[in-house]
């Protein structure tokens, strides 16, 4: 388990099957992938310029899961970059892109989750086995991972997935994203509750402000949250080829993970 203060570490503590991540843009969004041996990433990326699709100096602002495109192709996986979006293999330090390496950790505990104030480093789901995290990360490299979405199917929805093959059901929601989770926590505590004005000292603001935020955080998790399925990658891919809907539109089947990526269905009581 990655420690409270730093989820960083070394390039040699990390495994095929990892969940890994680097931060951009002066830590304010981290780009997410799945680290699959020999130095080499599979990761969900948008251009350089599209993430939002704003049209405005946003597009040009945010741009976490872009490849840097200046310069002279890198000589270790300049070839196997055809396209610079979408699902894709590169080497581990393009996908850094001179950031640090961090681990994305899974099956942390309530109270090792509420203590990382920072979204998008944890969750509360498992992980499946590191051979089911590959196959799926494979699997969709050949096959796609949908319509990218900075809001509901971005770089780190498409890491978790891979790790857990958790999709969420309901299309009101944002993804799996730990990061936007705690904006909208973050938001919702500031701005949008009455329990703010039960205190008027400025340190039980900072209490039930960041009660709230935490609280806000934890229901957000993949983990707990009731408003997911687990889809079995080559079902996930079906969908898509029939119908480009969000997976989240599809009828929802409960069910097991049967090793191997797949489901089993499970009879509500």
Known sequence: MVG???NQVDRMDIAAGDHIYSWRTTYLYAH???????AMVIHFTKAAGHEIGTGTLLDRFLFSSSL???GPPCQKCGHLINKQQGVITSCLDCFLYGGNLYMFDYAVSAAFFLAKARGGTCTLAASDPA???IHRAQHLLNNGFGMY???KNNCEDFAIYRKTGLLVE??????????LASLTAAFSAVASSPLRFLTTSAGGLAIVTSGMYSVGR???????????????VE???EHWSRDPAPASQQRRQECHGDGHGGCVPVSRS
């Open 4 to 6: 409270v203060l730093s």
């Open 131 to 133: 051979d089911v995290v």
């Open 68 to 70: 840097a495109t200046e």
């Open 170 to 179: 309901t299309s009101f929601s944002v993804g799996r994203s730990g990061q």
């Open 235 to 237: 079902r996930l891919v």
């Open 218 to 232: 934890y229901v957000s998790d993949i983990g707990v949250r009731r408003d997911v399925i687990k889809v079995p």
């Open 149 to 151: 979405s900075l809001f």
């Open 32 to 38: 997410h992938g799945i680290y699959i041996g020999d």
